[in-house]
């Protein structure tokens, strides 16, 4: 650190960093520049504009997990207001740049472009530039003008009425770059990340409490109205560029000393805004004020939809869109990630129909529209006009939602949204009532679909829990052999009864499964069954019958049917028992069968094998799969609900489904 | 409310899945008679199970 005297005030002056050759004097504004310990100035410069930076020198924060403190500040005015070069000195010795405007930050350090850069006139808007082996998309080519430094600077341009382009370079990441031609023979390359606010965990940052501000001499501004002479107090003086007065409909242009009047709107034009200009309101945990109010149309297939949005500003965050359309709320925010096509990964250049990816979401195409601005009131940031129109194309992904605005000449402008629940906002405004949403929003999320996920996680649960216990109990059920017998059917009718020895069926009162087999090809044979309690001479009297077909024909061997089949008896008392059987066989097949035909004439002239077996506590896999079936009313609900749904939300959309009668 | 039909449905259906198999519960229900003749082991003609009905009877290709 070397701290010097101002050589034009004599006031104390310090230079903390290696790299840094200028400072600017806090206490007369001279210009210092140093040549080892000589100091020399070069003049005085411009006082800062306000433009309503939360960052102030000596502010500290964390990037990547080093530590830094604001240092210096070169202050840019550009078409839409003003943008900060913030010196950063690392705890490690290193420099760096931190870019702010209207709350977005860019973290930058210089870089060596290894190459020649292309000409500022060769840059156009949605093409490629290749920095170290990444692709970056130039979104915005702007001419700059110097308007002020502060604090300590490792360069300074020529003069304070430098005009210089830069160029912003994006990616489908936080990665981006800038382009600066302020020394045309040499241009540098400024290569950093976006970065919210929150991760930079800034602290002694400037306070925006209006008493301090007012003790320090930096009050927000107030100024009447030059047509009703209504008083409006600037919320974001320095960065709103048109005031439009809520009580007459005049447009004011801020940036015009003399209050140049843009447009009138009408009193029959005259809207109320369901949230109060001035209103303040808690929404993703940071306080916001609503500052201005502006109501659009979208024209599609010549019918106008309108909607409302609400201008928020934190000056810590930035501004915030809070969009409300047929009683449905998005909150929107700019972005400058790149969304990125969903099938070649590439960051959008010219926004589509196709899908896109974001942050690890996928969003659909929603709608393409041009949208018209009817009526604002309040402040806005940019040079806002009635009748100003943008082509609009929205994505979804509920609750999410991507936005890119495209209009004639300018950049495109993409902004990310979250649909907010009408109640959420009416609490956060202290709203006494809010308006119910009609049809299905676009962004808004499917009551069902959480609920479809539930209840099939619940059948699949439920699937793998009574698949264990239908296992443990096959594992666990006796599914004990008590009676088995085999014999040969022949021409004599006493073969085709048969009466067995009793045979013991031990256990619990459980069920008996009977399987009957019998050797027979292209034949039936049926089965007539007692199981009788040789003690109580109670019969169980039930039958089954197997039937089995083959052949060859012109597409080879086919056969039909099975030479064995099983009845489960329930509930049978454990006890001693004997089995009466009785065959009956024959070849008429039922598809022979005419009406009222008797079901078939037996035929027992062919001999054939058979064999009958009795097995006791016999697992029944039927209960698991009636079980199954019965858990499925409730997930296929939850789906058909959820598919109807869906199905209102896409019929607003430019893909609506189509009916089968269209 | 559905959802938690659902629950309840699928506990319940658990607890109905073991029971029925622990006290040998199927879908057949065969015809219970009581005193048949004491002489069928004798005399097999003595009585016949009231299932005369054919069964699976396939039409072959």
Known sequence: MLQIACPSCGASLVFRAQSTTHAVCSACRSLVVRHDVDLESLGKVSDLQPDGSPIQLGTSGTFLGKHFEVIGRIQVAYDSGFWNEWYLQYTDGSNGWLGEAMGTYFVNQELDPAGPLARPEDLRVGSFVTLKNEFFVVCEVSTSTLSSYEGELPFVFPSEKTRFTTADLRTGGQLAATLDYSDPASPTVYLGYYVDFDELKLAGLRDFNPELENQQGVSTSVLRCPTCGAPHELKAGGVSQVLACEYCGTAIDLKDKSLKVLFQVQESEKITPLIPLGAKGKVDGHEWECLGFMRRSARVEGMDYPFTEYLLYNPYQGYRWLVESDGHWTLARPILMLPRNLGSGDPVTEPTDNTLSYKGNRFRHFQTAVARVRYVAGEFYWQVRLGDEVRMHDYVCPPHSLSCEESTGREQVWSEGRYLEPLEVARAFGLNSIRQPYKVGPSQPDPYTPLKHRAWMWWAGYLAASFILMVLTTMISANKVVFSKTGVATSDPTSLTVVSDEFEIPGRTSNVEVRTTAGVNNRWVDFHLALIDSKTNEALDFGTGVAFYSGRDSDGYWSEGSTSNAVTLPRVPAGRYYLLAEMESGTTASADMKPGEAPSRPDPAKNFSWSITVKRDVPSWIWFFIGLGLMLPVPLWYWLRESSFETQRWTESDHAPTSSSE | ?61
């Open chain 2, 1 to 61: 409310m559905l959802m938690n039909v659902h629950k309840v449905l699928g506990i319940g259906l658990l607890g109905a899945m073991l029971a029925f198999n622990y006290f040998g519960l199927t879908m057949t229900q065969p015809d219970r008679v009581s005193n048949v003749p004491k002489t069928i082991r004798q005399n097999p003609g003595s009585y016949r199970s009231h299932y005369q009905t054919h069964y699976v009877h396939l039409g072959g290709k």
